[in-house]
T-cell receptor, first 115, second 113 residues
Framework: DGGITQSPKYLFRKEGQNVTLSCEQN?????MYWYRQDPGQGLRLIYY???????QKGDIAEGYSVSREKKESFPLTVTSAQKNPTAFYLC??????????????FGPGTRLTVL | GENVGLHLPTLSVQEGDNSIINCAYS??????FIWYKQESGKGPQFIID?????DKRQGQRVTVLLNKTVKHLSLQIAATQPGDSAVYFC????????????FGKGTKLSVKP
């Protein structure tokens, strides 16, 4: 998991509520990402941010919102508009591995369940 | 734990044997590839990467092979151990400098003691 933390590990939400998932990194990475993982599927990109105060929609941004006020933090809000929010949510940040190529490193994930 | 292994291809090997996990990628322009390991209920863990100007790269007990002609990537694990049991998936970099990745669905590796 490196220097990326996500909280909480488990989160329960009632229908109609907004919830915010936390993602913090101390790796000094510029880029951060949010993914959703469902059983039997690959990771799907929700939002990403290349730099502070800037972010772009991914493939499944509807019903989600983000902010990037600090380099270390990239919180994700799951709004009541997201019709099927129950999933495993993964945050990642991108930085250098060996050589000059950079890659994405993941946090431990947050399991969101709608009651 | 998480149900990330449901409906995934499964590879079952005996402890001590070598494992080969395959991945077909989608974009011939992708220039960078990564293998991740994901244990139940945890985030994916970086294993090894390879750039498109290479055919092979070795790490500790792992080797990645890249065949650009048929857009195929494989991960070889030598002397597989019970701790290697997990879901393994590949990712390709299609986003250039943005570093956006396309992820495969994964293969579940089960190691029998």
């Amino acid at each position: 998991d490196g220097g990326i933390t996500q909280s909480p590990k488990y989160l329960f939400r009632k229908e109609g509520q907004n919830v915010t998932l936390s993602c913090e990194q101390n790796l000094n990475h510029d880029a951060m990402y949010w993914y959703r993982q469902d059983p039997g599927q690959g990771l799907r990109l929700i939002y990403y941010s290349q730099i502070v105060n800037d972010f772009q929609k991914g493939d499944i941004a509807e019903g989600y919102s983000v902010s990037r006020e600090k380099k270390e933090s990239f919180p994700l809000t799951v709004t009541s508009a997201q019709k099927n929010p129950t999933a495993f949510y993964l945050c990642a940040s991108r930085g250098l591995t060996s050589g000059s190529t950079d890659t994405q490193y993941f946090g431990p994930g947050t399991r969101l369940t709608v009651l | 734990g998480e149900n990330v292994g449901l409906h995934l291809p499964t590879l079952s090997v005996q402890e001590g044997d070598n494992s080969i996990i395959n991945c077909a990628y989608s974009n011939s322009a992708s220039d960078y590839f990564i293998w991740y390991k994901q244990e139940s209920g945890k985030g994916p863990q970086f294993i090894i990467d390879i750039r498109s100007n290479m055919d092979k790269r070795q790490g500790q007990r792992v080797t990645v092979l890249l065949n650009k002609t048929v857009k195929h990537l494989s991960l070889q694990i030598a002397a597989t151990q019970p701790g290697d049991s997990a879901v393994y998936f590949c990712a390709e970099n299609y986003g250039g400098s943005q570093g956006n990745l396309i992820f495969g669905k994964g293969t579940k590796l089960s190691v029998k003691p």
